[in-house]
Nanobody, 124 residues
Framework: QVQLVESGGGLVQAGGSLRLSCAAS????????MGWFRQAPGKEREFVAG????????HYDDSVKGRFTISRDNAKNTVYLQMNSLKFEDTAVYFC?????????????????WGQGTQVTVSS
């Protein structure tokens, strides 16, 4: 089974930076898309960023464009989310997700594989 392990969350002041990592294991050769979602208390899970694993096409939600960068390391089967200029409203549990479909999708219901989530808290 594909497994995703996240790390890198924590507490940071507004304007600071964090780097999230998601390491994939198992039959990752079937994975074409990986992405990041976040969920704040009382809100639905929302798309943050995604990457097509094969061709490196990137997708971002408008709320994080220019501040967050998604990237990958093929040798380590790892996807990263570099978060700069963090804002209080970025506070949420961040989830790594993966699936076999060819294109990045913004709807979390489409993804079969999920990490455990990592808490990101931005203080004002």
């Amino acid at each position: 089974q594909v497994q995703l392990v996240e790390s890198g969350g924590g507490l940071v002041q507004a304007g600071g930076s964090l780097r999230l990592s998601c390491a994939a294991s198992g039959p990752t050769f079937n994975i074409n898309v990986m992405g990041w979602f976040r969920q704040a208390p009382g809100k639905e899970r929302e798309f943050v960023a995604g990457i097509n694993w094969k061709d490196s096409i990137l997708h971002y939600d408008d709320s994080v464009k220019g501040r967050f960068t998604i990237s990958r390391d093929n040798a380590k089967n790892t996807v990263y989310l570099q978060m700069n200029s963090l804002k209080f409203e970025d506070t949420a549990v961040y989830f790594c997700a993966a699936d076999r479909f060819a294109d990045v999708r913004r709807d979390w219901n489409h993804y079969d594989y999920w990490g455990q989530g990592t808490q990101v808290t931005v203080s004002s």
